[in-house]
């Protein structure tokens, strides 16, 4: 009988390491992907109803997901990991990017969060002074 | 080491780590993140995000606006976990239900035999079928916005966010009210209004491992009944199908729940299949 019971402790440790296995999958299978807004599928309304939606195929996702993975930083704006080369992808001048960031530039893959320490900035005004920069 | 002090491990170090997450999302906004610390949004580990994301794409609607491409990995994990023990992520490692059950202690000392008993339970039979309704509530407004609404009123949000601003008024209210009802009630919000685990509930349904109960070797003292804490009658069942069942373990042996060995256990086949297979 006992080979078709699990001890609660089993379960116990099964669990975290089935877990902590299934995102170590993910990561080595680049599904984890924890930067970046999820945007609406091409083809999708994203905020009304779906009826004349392409069909999504299992290929069409990954697609989507590695085009997210590329543009993140243009479609999201300036983030935590956001180095002084995304900014300037985004389309802020080096000008601008300087004149935010109180003081010249010299590495532009260096993280502006990074730039702002330095600095003794205040990351949250500077991210919203370069997001509204993209914006105009 | 018993399961249930391995169980505590567990929500400890999940709690623990969704916590420093979080705070580290609030001080990378103000440029001050903890370095050894990955720098991720809760949208990015939320597990309910990877349904909503899912039913999202089959709908057509795509990947869900505030969401990540990692909660379908997460998703993706409590699936299987779900398909092979059970909605065992309530019971080890969602914090909400880990921060009710911790308050919960406190309110079975100060209530003793009163606790959990506040629901008659006739209302709380027709009550576990609200996860239900907010479930397709849920769903039906994730299709409409492609945005995840949930987060507006989601408790699990707000725990992690009640100083960012970034949680609303109403998710910081039903947190609160959750937590205060904790004290009377073994995890409210799981009971009656969680989508997430009545989703689970439901997929555990055709989980592999179940509660069973050994009619044979069971001497009904209903020991297992008083100890579940989600009010289900396992003494009157050959094996729990109900929905409500996070695979907890306290109603086993194991866990001092039921008296005699192999009565009441958490296996695969019920007792006549195993003399069978023998
Ligand atoms: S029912 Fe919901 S809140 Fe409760 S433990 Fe499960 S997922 Fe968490
Ligand atoms: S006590 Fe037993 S029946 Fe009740 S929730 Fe826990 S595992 Fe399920
Ligand atoms: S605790 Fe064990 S012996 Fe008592 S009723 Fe439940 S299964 Fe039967």
Redesign the interface.
């Known amino acids: 009988m006992r080979k078709f019971k699990l001890s609660p402790v089993y379960i116990s440790l099964l669990t975290v390491v089935i877990f902590a296995a299934a995102i170590f999958a993910g990561m080595q299978t680049g599904w984890w992907i924890t930067e970046g807004r999820g945007t609406p599928l091409a083809g999708s309304k994203g905020g009304g109803h779906g009826g004349e939606s392409e069909e999504v195929t299992e290929e069409h996702i990954v697609n989507e997901i590695d085009e997210i993975t590329e543009e993140e930083h243009e479609t999201e704006g300036i983030a935590g990991s956001s180095t002084v080369q995304n900014a300037l992808d985004m389309g802020i001048t080096m000008e601008e990017l300087e004149q935010v960031l109180e003081g010249a530039i010299e590495d532009t893959s260096v993280k502006i969060q990074d730039l702002v320490s330095e600095r003794g900035l205040k990351f949250g005004v500077v991210k919203d002074a370069l997001n509204a920069l993209i914006d105009d | 080491?018993?399961?249930?002090h391995?169980?505590l491990i567990?929500q400890i170090a999940f709690f623990a780590f969704i916590a420093i997450i979080a705070v580290n999302?609030s001080l990378?906004?103000?440029?001050?993140?903890l370095g050894f610390v990955?720098?991720?949004?809760l949208h990015?580990?939320c597990p309910f995000g990877g349904v909503a994301?899912l039913a999202s794409?089959?709908?057509?609607?795509?990947?869900?606006?505030?969401?990540?491409?990692?909660v379908?990995?997460?998703g993706?994990?409590?699936l299987?976990?779900t398909l092979?023990?059970g909605p065992?992520?309530c019971s080890?490692?969602c914090p909400l239900g880990s921060i009710q059950e911790w308050i919960g202690k406190l309110g079975k000392k100060i209530f003793k035999n009163r606790y959990n008993k506040l629901i008659p339970q006739k209302l709380h039979n027709i009550l576990k079928y609200l996860r239900y309704v907010v479930l397709v509530l849920v769903l039906v407004q994730t299709?409409?916005?492609?945005t995840l609404m949930f987060a507006n009123v989601d408790p699990y949000y707000a725990l992690f966010n009640f100083w960012t601003g970034e949680a609303t008024i109403a998710a910081i209210s039903i947190l609160v009210v959750t937590l205060i009802m904790s004290l009377f009630v073994e995890r409210p919000w799981c009971k009656y209004a969680c989508p997430y685990g009545g989703l689970l509930g439901l997929v555990s349904k055709i989980s592999l491992?179940k509660i069973r109960r050994n009619e044979a070797t069971c001497v009904s003292c209903g020991l297992c009944d008083r100890k579940c804490p989600m009010l289900i009658d396992v003494s009157k069942k050959k094996k729990v199908t109900d929905t409500l069942c996070n695979?907890c373990?306290q109603c086993?042996y194991?866990?001092g729940g039921c008296p005699v060995d192999?009565a009441c256990?958490?296996?695969?086949?019920n007792?006549k299949?195993?003399e069978e297979?023998?």
């Open positions: 080491m018993k399961s249930k391995l169980r567990s999302h990378t906004e103000i440029g001050r993140g990955p720098e991720l949004s990015a580990i994301t794409l089959i709908m057509g609607q795509g990947l869900i606006r505030q969401l990540h491409a990692s379908m990995v997460i993706s994990a409590v299987l976990l092979i023990f065992v992520f080890h490692i299709y409409r916005t492609a491992f695979r373990m086993t194991e866990e192999r256990y958490n296996g695969i086949l007792a299949q195993q297979a023998k």
